[in-house]
């Protein structure tokens, strides 16, 4: 079965840090941009950061520049976030999510997603 | 970044024809898509590339674009068809925008 599975999310204090991992199956990840994308309780969907294929080109939305790094390894078909100095409002579910395409960026296929809660 | 703005909620009759709206001032110069998402579950991609239709989706589901705003119509909606719908659009340079989201209930 064609699947992304996301893992790592837990409760954390703020000014923590939290690796989450997405392992791909039925499926080659070497072939498709990955990205994170983030919803917050009871809020929309936010993109948070992408990776290109093999790993060379990374790009973040604003608020996670500087604290939160996106990686992959090919060969073990999984996706990473490392998440640094964790705030209150990083608290939200986190899916990974693949692009099948180089010029019309959309995902196909999604994980269901693991929640972080950032808290004292 | 640009933003992408929807309807907060849409009603609509079982077997009527729903329309969500999307617009931003970058859509004449990128493809939009749009997802499906029921409580609990994760998004599921139903329009891609303006009008495209996944495989498995029903064909119910279109999409169109005009200028700065593109539409996602269900036509014959269905009990199953609530759910919260974002549409997205980005570029290469730039980040993937979602829209703020809309509510579809099937009254």
């Known amino acids: 079965e064609v699947q992304l599975v996301e893992s790592g999310g837990g409760l954390v204090q703020p000014g923590g840090s939290l690796r989450l991992s997405c392992s791909a199956s039925?499926?080659?990840?070497?072939?498709?941009?990955l990205s994170w994308v983030r919803q917050a309780p009871g809020k929309g969907l936010q993109w948070v950061a992408k990776?290109?294929?093999?790993?060379?080109?990374?790009s973040y939305v604003d608020s996670a520049k500087g604290r939160f790094t996106i990686s992959r390894d090919n060969a073990k078909n999984s996706l990473y976030l490392q998440m640094n100095s964790l705030r209150a409002e990083d608290t939200a579910v986190y899916f990974c999510?693949?692009?099948?395409?180089?010029?019309?960026?959309?995902?196909?296929?999604w994980g269901r997603g693991t929640l972080v809660t950032v808290s004292s | 970044s640009h933003e992408l703005t929807q309807p907060p909620s849409v009603s609509v009759s079982p077997g009527q024809t729903a329309r969500i709206t999307c617009s931003g001032d970058?859509?004449?110069?990128?493809?939009a898509c749009w997802y499906q998402q029921k409580p609990g579950q994760a998004p599921v991609l139903v329009i891609y590339?303006?009008?495209e239709r996944p495989s498995g989706i029903p064909k119910r589901f279109s999409g169109s674009s005009s200028g700065t705003t593109v539409t996602l119509t269900i036509s014959g909606v269905q009990a199953e068809d609530e759910a919260d719908y974002y549409c997205?659009?980005?570029?290469?340079?730039?980040?993937?925008?979602f829209g703020t989201g809309t509510k579809v209930t099937v009254l």
């Open positions: 997205q659009s980005a570029d290469s340079s730039g980040p993937y925008v």
């Open positions: 990776i290109k294929h093999d790993g060379n080109e990374k």
């Open positions: 970058a859509l004449p110069n990128q493809y």
């Open positions: 039925g499926f080659n990840l070497s072939n498709y941009w």
């Open positions: 999510a693949r692009d099948p395409s180089d010029y019309v960026w959309y995902f196909d296929l």
């Open positions: 590339k303006d009008s």
